[in-house]
């Protein structure tokens, strides 16, 4: 199975603030990465795939890059609707994997 | 668009069947360019992959879960479903059914229904 790294686990910042979210794959997986935001209560939400395809409809301060077994998630300033938890995904290889996630909350 | 609703029992015993069926409206499970998947989240916990159907009935599982799961497709009904046998305590958990798409987006989860908790407890 493919292993999914994220970190921080957790990470508090303000409005406006910049913030980066790594992922690490324990082998190498092209871009074959998504990445998902999950709301307290609601269903994960698409954000990114391919490691850097934003979905329809995602605002475009959102944006991934990173092949092979390195990726990040970047959201440029930090809008109060984005203080949730994070999640990166392999898409290469059943079974299918997820990061443990990320939380972002208010400093 | 696309919505996907899941429904089944929400509290199920020790050592007994984990029923769950999605259903899809609005496109048809039939296309060739999807998979249906369930994934599950225990309370306060992250993310699990249970496994996934084709519309050709083709099947995908999670070797962890592998000897307790059965998914399957009916097409007529547009509808497919989870069945997790001899469950425990540590199979309580929100099930969410989802589209896998490789054409619109890369392999990725692209729909998700709502999620349905389904507690184990006697």
């Known amino acids: 199975d493919i292993q999914m790294t994220q970190s921080p686990s957790s990470v508090s910042a303000s409005v406006g603030d910049r913030v980066t979210i790594t992922c690490r794959a324990s082998q190498g997986i092209s871009t074959w990465l998504a990445w998902y935001q999950q709301k307290p209560g609601r269903a994960p939400k698409l954000l990114i795939s391919?490691?850097?395809t934003l979905h329809s409809g995602v605002p475009s301060r959102f944006s991934g890059s990173g092949s092979g077994t390195d990726f990040t998630l970047t959201i440029s300033s930090l809008q109060p609707e984005d203080f949730a938890t994070y999640y990166c995904?392999?898409?290469?290889?059943?079974?299918?994997?997820f990061g443990g996630g990320t939380e972002v909350d208010i400093k | 668009q696309l919505q996907l609703q899941e429904w089944g029992p929400g509290l199920v015993k020790p050592s007994e069947t984990l029923s769950l069926t999605c259903t899809v409206s609005r496109d048809s499970i039939s296309s060739s360019s999807y998979y249906w998947d369930w994934i599950r989240q225990p309370p306060g916990k992250g993310l699990e992959w249970i496994g996934s159907v084709y519309f050709s009935g083709s099947t995908y599982y999670n070797p962890s879960l592998k000897s307790r799961v059965t998914i399957s497709v009916d097409t007529s009904k547009n509808e497919f479903s989870l069945r997790l046998s001899s469950v425990t305590a540590a199979d309580t958990a929100m099930y969410y059914c989802?589209?896998?798409?490789?054409?619109?987006?890369?392999?990725?989860?692209?729909?998700w229904g709502q999620g349905t908790l389904v507690i184990v407890s006697s």
């Open positions: 995904q392999q898409t290469n290889s059943v079974p299918l994997t």
């Open positions: 391919g490691a850097s």
């Open positions: 989802a589209r896998r798409s490789y054409s619109d987006s890369n392999g990725s989860f692209d729909y």
